[in-house]
């Protein structure tokens, strides 16, 4: 089992730049990929990026390209989004998720192990 913790959300102006935060702990070995979902309201939980933890191969959702990085630090366990160049349509609620499979940028809600308790993203026009 797998443990996360996210920090970094707020509420921030179109443009502005955030920087999320995911900490893992527990089974840490059963870790293949680290990646994080939005889910705005009324709407379906959606994949935005994901990093594969051994090679450091990432994937992104295209609305998000050229304005947010994933990266990780396996010293600390731990998986950073930073997103620049924010819009209103990026306000949801973000989580941070695992699986010990294969990823792409097809990655599905459906195929995580782990989810966090997910960190809450505003911004205003």
């Known amino acids: 089992q797998v443990q996360l913790v996210e920090s970094g959300g707020g509420l921030v102006q179109a443009g502005d730049s955030l920087r999320l935060s995911c900490a893992a702990s527990?089974?840490?070995?059963?870790?293949?990929?680290m990646g994080w979902f939005r889910q705005a309201p009324g709407k379906e939980r959606e994949f935005v990026a994901v990093?594969?933890?051994?090679?450091?191969?990432?994937y992104y959702t295209d609305s998000v390209k050229g304005r947010f990085t994933i990266s990780r630090d396996t010293a600390k366990n731990t998986v950073y989004l930073q997103m620049n160049s924010l819009k209103p349509e990026d306000t949801a609620v973000y989580y941070c998720?695992?699986?010990?499979?294969?990823?792409?940028?097809?990655?599905?809600?459906?195929?995580?192990?782990?989810w966090g308790q997910g960190t809450q993203v505003t911004v205003s026009s």
């Open positions: 998720a695992t699986t010990p499979g294969r990823v792409g940028a097809n990655w599905a809600p459906s195929r995580v192990a782990s």
């Open positions: 527990g089974s840490i070995i059963s870790i293949n990929a």
């Open positions: 990093i594969t933890w051994s090679v450091g191969i990432t």
